[in-house]
């Protein structure tokens, strides 16, 4: 993105605390969530706002980082550097830097700084990141469940709405019966499957028996921090592996694709720190041949709608986890995203992040607002 902006004059930020129930309980091998606790950043100035969501969740669970640590990081350590003077979007990175880590914190700074700036070029998201659809075909992600006919009912229903693509999450005990059964009921659909780190290297031989399942790709099997486990794993499981959890910015991508740690990259603007580096990741992974696809973090219509953007990218070539509104919420805080039966998404096409942001169902939804002001 060219850096020819002018810097985005902040009046006041406003740090929004939503309650936000979940349609039904979504259970990974970190936790089992119910309802997300979400922090919205409102940026004012002047003749512009702007939106940010932050990922993070509730407890440290999937990453270091949680929500009320991620508000305090905001309001102790990096407002007080972005207030500092003007910025634009672009620069809010390199303001923030020398606070180590809290990306998913400073994305959220980043993110509604950017759309401020995009609202008031008129420009969206999707032409801002390089954005080449219109529509982008959709995933879902479907929790461990309690029971295998549980299993295939949640699928099956995601079916019918015409999800394209489904990703079972895993964990010791809940993998190779699971993917079988959906195998049998479902046939040769687009199945992949998340582990969210549960497996050590010792269970290699064990993941090796999800090979006969043809599956897309498996998900972060491995800690964070094991980015050559993953290596050596590549070398006994056929499945292709794909990091999440791992890749926390472009360098760390750059570094897990030359060690072959991961031949297929999720990409969360959260977790590595914004959609302006996320479009780094994006950009190297094309360059390397490594395909892409959008993660998600059960994001409202805010971070939603610049997911769906980022995910219009040309590298995007495997579908997202950038399901409708309706798979998460039963109402969302942005105009509801929807499923067309043939399975894909629009891509907003409006100013900044392009949807209608329902501020009376935000301050209905509200357990907090903090509002701080430059100087
Ligand atoms: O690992 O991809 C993940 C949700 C929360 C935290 C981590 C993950 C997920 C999902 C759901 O898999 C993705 C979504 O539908 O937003
Ligand atoms: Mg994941």
């Avoid at 993917?179 to 993941?207: K, S």
């Avoid at 219509?301 to 980022?310: F, K, P, V």
């Avoid at 935000?362 to 907090?368: C, E, K, M, P, Q």
Wanted: aromatic share 6%; net charge negative; glycine share 8%.
């Amino acid at each position: 993105m060219e850096n020819v902006a002018a810097p985005v004059a902040v009046e006041a930020v406003e740090l929004i605390r939503i309650h936000l129930p979940l349609v039904a309980p979504f259970r990974t091998s970190f936790g089992t969530e119910t309802r997300r606790d979400v922090l919205l950043v409102h940026v004012l100035a002047g003749d512009t706002e702007g939106w940010g969501e932050c990922v993070a969740m509730q407890e440290p669970l999937y990453s270091s980082e949680y929500v009320a640590a991620a508000q305090r990081v905001v309001m102790d350590h990096l407002l007080p550097r972005l207030l500092a003077e003007p910025v634009t979007a672009q620069q809010v990175a390199r303001v923030l830097e020398p606070v180590r880590g809290h990306r998913m914190a400073k994305a959220a700074l980043e993110a509604a700084w950017l759309d401020a700036q995009l609202r008031r070029e008129n420009r969206s998201f999707a032409q801002a990141l390089g954005a080449v659809r219109d529509r982008v075909p959709s995933g879902v992600s479907v929790g461990i469940m309690a029971s295998i006919p549980e299993l295939l009912d949640a699928v099956a229903g995601y079916r019918e709405q015409g999800y394209v693509r489904i990703k079972l999450k895993i964990e010791p005990g809940w993998d190779v019966e699971p993917v079988r059964a959906v195998r049998e009921r479902f046939g040769d659909i687009p199945l992949q499957v998340d582990a969210n780190t549960a497996y050590t290297l010792d269970d290699a031989q064990h993941l090796a028996r999800l090979d006969e399942f043809g599956l897309l790709l498996i998900e972060q099997p491995l800690p964070e921090e094991q980015v050559l486990a993953h290596a050596k794993l590549a070398r006994t499981v056929r499945t292709p592996i794909c990091l999440d959890e791992s890749i926390v910015s472009a360098v760390v991508a750059a570094e897990a694709i030359e060690m072959q740690a991961c031949s297929i990259v999720n990409i969360k603007p959260g977790r590595a720190g914004g959609y302006l580096e996320a479009t780094r990741i994006h950009d190297l992974c094309v360059d390397r041949g490594v395909a892409v696809w959008c993660g998600g973090m059960l994001e409202t219509g805010i971070g939603r709608a610049a997911n769906l953007a980022l995910a219009a990218l040309p590298g995007f070539t495997l579908p997202g986890d950038t399901s409708a509104s309706d798979r998460y919420f039963r109402e969302d805080v942005t105009a509801p995203f929807v499923l067309a039966r043939d399975g894909t998404i629009a891509v907003p096409t409006g100013a900044g992040i392009g949807v209608e942001v329902r501020r009376d169902v935000i301050d209905g939804l509200a357990t907090s607002t903090e509002t701080v002001r430059p100087g």
